[in-house]
């Protein structure tokens, strides 16, 4: 079975800074998903990022971007420019490319991101 | 487009009662997903649906129970409800296998 692992509970940039959230995950798999969410107070699961296995390049979102590193198995998240719009919970989550368990998210633990003004 | 739309917000129910969370999305996707979310976790698959009429069992079903005769909805019922499914619940949709899944705001349960 896959799994995700989130080694940081909590992080705090400072705004207008830059920060680095980590995810690991362990499969045996060759083609997947990968994405993170943001989290905010509301408890809105919001996609800020997703990555496709196969794809070399990574991804990016205006201020937010991946460093996906297949062969090591890790996917992090980097935000620049933080603000305070940008504190919430992050989860990062695997999903197979194929039809199994109808293609469901394995999600890590979360990272809470505190920014400071 | 109100996406994905789960009622109610929040809930508390006694232990043994039984109730059902909706979810319903207007986006004629095939896909559809219950998740919990425990304290502090990650989300977990409780049940999810492939199609009006084909339903399967996620992670962690037990307790649970759901239906999907429609395209638009996919209820998810509680028979007995125990402390241990105080929870969130998200319901989720995604046009196919390779898609996004795109989440509603979720329903707070307390059983108490």
């Known amino acids: 079975a896959q799994t995700v692992t989130q080694s940081q509970p909590e992080m705090s940039v400072q705004e207008a800074e830059t920060v680095t959230l980590s995810c690991t995950y362990d499969?045996?798999?060759?083609?997947?998903?990968l994405f993170w969410y943001k989290q905010p107070p509301s408890r809105q699961m919001i996609l800020v990022i997703r990555?496709?296995?196969?794809?070399?390049q990574n991804a990016t979102e205006n201020r937010f971007s991946v460093n996906f590193q297949k062969a090591a198995k890790s996917f992090s998240l980097k935000i620049s420019d933080s603000q305070l719009g940008d504190a919430a919970m992050y989860f990062c989550?695997?999903?197979?490319?194929?039809?199994?368990?109808?293609?469901?998210?394995?999600f890590g633990a979360g990272t809470i991101l505190r920014v400071k003004s | 487009n109100a996406g994905v739309t789960q009622t109610p917000k929040f809930r508390i129910l006694k232990i043994g009662q039984s109730m059902t969370l909706q979810c319903t999305q207007d986006?004629?996707?095939?896909?559809m997903y219950w998740y919990r979310q425990d304290p502090g976790m990650g989300l977990k698959l409780i049940y999810y649906?492939?199609?009006?009429?084909?339903?399967d069992k996620g992670e962690v079903p037990n307790g649970y129970n759901v239906s999907r005769s429609t395209t638009e909805d996919f209820p998810l019922r509680l028979e007995l409800a125990a402390p241990s499914q105080t929870s969130v619940y998200f319901c989720?949709?995604?046009?196919?296998?390779?898609?996004?899944?795109?989440f509603g705001p979720g329903t707070r349960l307390l059983v108490l």
């Open positions: 989550a695997y999903r197979s490319a194929f039809s199994s368990d109808g293609n469901k998210l394995v």
């Open positions: 499969t045996s798999e060759s083609d997947y998903y």
């Open positions: 990555q496709e296995a196969y794809k070399q």
């Open positions: 649906s492939v199609g009006a009429g084909i339903t």
């Open positions: 986006m004629n996707h095939n896909y």
């Open positions: 989720a949709s995604s046009p196919g296998t390779a898609e996004t899944q795109y």
